[in-house]
């Protein structure tokens, strides 16, 4: 006889599971974390390195960096000024995920931070697969990617929480259209707020501080 | 009481057995195949495009074009040339595997071609752990990833057999440092036949067709 057992709830996955402890933990210490996702090359690091000055006043700000292998990042997160930088090495794993971060998060003393920039894997497909247990996702996409993006990812547009355009310096040396590629993002992620910005030259990059501000004193 | 089995020989994986039967099928019907690797956005399709037109006249090509989603790439090979031109969408599956391109030559007359050049999908990860039963495996970088991504990547810069650098064109716009990308390179893979390209100016491209041109020849 074959019995059968009816699941009404949703069971979480080991991943997600351990996501929701990771959020109690941040919540319970009062850290406002952010899960920074791209494409290799786009620009998370970058990004993270214009961002951290210009909190460092206001928050005190840890940086977790996801990479197959390197501390390049972290390394880079410290000399901006985060005031604790941990790499995850994945030994070749193509994401972080929930177990990673609570490694992470096991070595901070969290009480001692407001803010948690978490830079995942470059890869545009698997880490969107992988909740953390961060209140934001952000997905960095950068104009010389191409303006297609939006149609051949379409997972990782459609679960984040804010988009950042990067490199639009490079707009009039590259072919991508502005209208077609927001029309992508549009269909998947309606309203998702959007900051087009330089890392370059620092345009909008304004914009994007302000909405970590908000998003850290609302928590 | 546990027995133990001594494997002294290799075992292969499910998908690398079924790499070897796609290999098998290739060289009988005397098709060279290209597995082409790279982030998304560094310019597979592109190079795709410059590839087809300079080849038409010589060889026989058919393309097998692997994606998230969409037929975007598949349609841009069909307009620049390829006589056949297949677009696997993984589904949400982060690479190409064995059994999908066996999907794809189940539906071409293999013996009416003599090149297939296969796009995988868009990912510096996953795709070097899936061996498809190509001939070279190739990764085309790009100048606006930056260049430090041999270091953060180094399974796939290990695994392939010709590298392309993409976009040179954009160099004067952008800090990357050749001398310290090509050393990444060579301590991962030394000795791995380079191109500088731009698909943009055609630069170098001339090159990378004369490599394929003697690698069908050779065959």
Redesign the interface.
């Known amino acids: 006889m074959t019995k059968k057992v009816s699941v009404v709830e949703k069971i979480l996955s080991a991943n997600d599971q351990l996501a929701v402890e990771n959020r109690s933990r941040l919540d319970e210490a009062g850290v406002f974390a952010i899960n920074i996702m791209a ?3 786009a620009g998370k690091t970058s990004l993270i390195e214009q961002t951290l000055p210009r909190l460092s006043e206001k928050f005190r700000v840890a940086v977790v960096d996801g ?4 501390s ?2 972290a390394d880079r997160a410290s000399e901006a000024g985060a005031l604790a930088a941990i790499q995850i090495n994945t030994g ?3 994401h972080l995920d929930a177990v990673m971060l609570k490694q992470a998060l096991d070595q901070l003393d969290l009480k001692d931070f407001d803010l948690l920039l978490v830079e995942n ?6 880490p969107s ?1 992988f909740p953390l247990g961060t209140h934001k996702s952000i997905l960095v996409a ?1 104009v ?3 303006d ?2 939006p ?5 990782m547009y459609r679960g984040v929480d804010a988009l950042i355009i990067n ?1 639009i ?2 707009m009039p ?2 072919p991508f259209k502005m209208d077609y590629f927001r029309r992508g993002v549009e269909i998947l992620n309606a309203g998702l707020i959007t900051f087009p910005i330089s890392c370059t030259t620092q345009e909008g990059v304004d914009e994007w501080i302000n909405w970590i501000i908000e998003n850290v004193e609302d928590k």
């Open positions: 494409s290799p090359g990479d197959i292998a390197t390049i990042d070749g794993n193509c894997v470059g890869n545009l497909v698997c697969n950068s010389p990617e191409g297609d993006k149609y051949k990812y379409p997972g490199k310096d490079l040396y590259i």
